[in-house]
């Protein structure tokens, strides 16, 4: 199998993202998960734009030592010099010079001749050489120049001293079987191609990124330029994860390789989505939220008897958790039945045929059920109960860096108690912890609060929230909910719903006073 070495450009094509701007910290961070991530070459950024890129390929140069660092320099001798001032302490530095080979570029960008564009580039390079061994040499809109020209840049290029060729799709407009067979005319018609790497650098204007890069793979290169999650420039770049999984998933046909460590992708996605505020879209390739997902009954019956039967990788490979089970409405009752085990109801036939009327019921009013919405279907059933408790008021006092309180009176509803008001006090490090105490004093329930979440309900200034949580009580689990437009409100709401539950199990536990003619 040949060996494909990835070159990633995250932190320079990606970082040209809109609206994406890494401080050094954060690229330092990026390019350490890289290294752990095995990626070959890294393009820190691009050293003569500005002092902070500059600070930070240098300090990505001195840090990050197993791949190759790679600074880019357009063919201006002060570029050059930039570039290789912030590689100077890397250990394997390279210098990454561009230009440009289309006719619209040549005549409105560089407004130069085809002839001086290879002399600036020979040039360029060979000032390039005096400071590094590795130069890559890349010519930008190569897919709508001249093939001729690209030819006779690129032996020049060579000639010069360039070890890697570059050919990039700039603007994404190729097709992969026009991309194949630039690549493979560079590699059979340009002098000195076969004493040099040759590398593929694909846009996905067209959607397209991945399958050309892949198709310029297959026709000889032997580099690969890519961006964790695709980002780059308007549609982004040809995302990394994508090629190295469809090597690793399909050696059968590829017959390639990488260095790639699969189980460091998620990681890796995750760190580049948080740092660069870009989210991945969950119907994304390999790293998006539904990758592994199911939600129709027929998927979910086949992944449940087979894991193959539907997915072609397994997602702990690549640090992406486990297979998920969506429930929704096209869910079928086997998925069902597995997700109530999995939350701990092992139930008779019959319940489990009565919760599953309900829940999709329950599917009809809402898009996505979660793990809470199906407990809540499961306590509604089991445990039929009037609430023991009635939030009557609370207060709640709480300012920046001292600690919160909260007052509440609670009246019991049941019982010789009935009608009787608690008041209890309590303080916490926020309003939500200090109110769920003193609701704890107040009921004489010392639960476990296991799960809070808010979401808003409708939309706009006036929206209304709602607050689901679960607690722990006496090995069980209860969840309860709240809607109100005050958000603590709605917490107050959500957490006596989950007490009165327990509550409720806490009576049916306890013994009952004989009365009549039993008491006798």
Do not use: W
Request: aromatic share 6%; net charge negative; proline share 3%.
């Amino acid at each position: 199998m040949r060996r494909i070495r990835i070159f990633d450009t995250t932190l320079r094509d990606g970082e040209q993202s809109p609206g994406v701007n890494l401080m050094r910290e954060e690229k330092i961070e990026i390019a350490r998960q890289l290294e752990r991530l095995g990626v070959d070459i890294i393009e820190a950024g691009f050293p003569i734009t500005s002092s902070g890129d500059m600070e930070a390929v240098q300090a990505i140069a001195r840090e990050v030592r197993s791949p190759v660092i790679a600074g880019l320099a357009r063919t201006h001798r002060a570029d050059i010099e930039a570039a290789a001032k912030a590689l100077e302490q890397a250990a394997r530095p390279r210098i990454h010079v561009f230009t440009s080979f289309s006719p619209v570029h040549l005549r409105h960008m560089l407004r130069k001749t085809e002839d001086e564009v290879i002399e600036m580039s020979v040039a360029s390079i060979e000032a390039a050489r005096t400071y590094v061994d590795d130069v890559e040499f890349s010519g930008q809109d190569a897919m709508r120049s001249d093939p001729a020209f690209v030819f006779r840049a690129i032996a020049a290029a060579i000639a010069a001293g360039a070890t890697t060729i570059n050919i990039p799709d700039t603007v994404g407009y190729t097709a992969p079987e026009e991309f194949a067979a630039l690549v493979r005319a560079v590699r059979d018609k340009v002098p000195g191609a076969d004493r040099v790497h040759i590398s593929v650098h694909c846009h996905n204007d067209l959607g397209l990124a991945v399958a050309n890069t892949l198709a310029g793979l297959m026709a000889g290169a032997d580099q690969c330029e890519a961006a964790v999650n695709g980002i780059g420039e308007r549609a982004g770049n040809t995302s990394l994860e994508e090629v190295a999984m469809a090597i690793a998933t399909r050696q059968d046909f590829f017959r390639l390789q990488t260095g790639i460590a699969a189980q460091e992708i998620g990681r890796t996605s995750r760190l580049v989505s948080r740092l660069t505020g870009m989210p991945v879209q969950p119907n994304k390739a390999i790293v998006g939220a539904n990758a592994f997902a199911h939600e129709a009954g027929i998927h979910q019956d086949g992944v449940l008897k087979e894991r193959t039967t539907y997915e072609i990788m397994n997602p702990q490979d690549i640090g992406q958790g486990e297979t998920q089970l969506v429930m929704g409405k096209h869910s079928g009752r086997h998925a069902f039945q597995k997700k109530l085990l999995a939350l701990g109801y092992d139930l008779p036939e019959a319940e489990q045929q009565e919760l599953f009327r309900n829940f999709k019921a329950l599917t009809d009013r809402k898009k996505q059920v979660t793990d809470q919405d199906i407990q809540s279907l499961v306590e509604d059933e089991i445990y039929r109960f009037e609430d023991a408790y009635e939030l009557v008021h609370y207060h709640i006092s709480s300012a920046g860096g001292a600690p919160s309180t909260a007052t509440v009176g609670v009246a019991s509803r049941s019982g010789a108690a009935a009608g009787k008001v608690t008041r209890e006090a309590a303080v916490g490090q926020g309003p939500v912890e200090a109110l769920y105490r003193a609701l704890q004093r107040a009921t004489g329930l010392d639960a476990e609060l296991r799960d809070y979440a808010i979401q808003s309900v409708g939309g706009g200034s006036d929206a209304q929230g709602e607050v689901r949580c679960s607690i722990g009580y006496q090995g069980q689990t209860f969840v309860g909910s709240g809607v109100s437009t005050d958000i603590l409100e709605a917490s107050a709401f959500a957490y006596l719903h989950a007490l009165n539950k327990a509550a409720a199990v806490r009576a049916q536990a306890e013994p009952q006073e004989p009365t009549g003619r039993e008491a006798i």
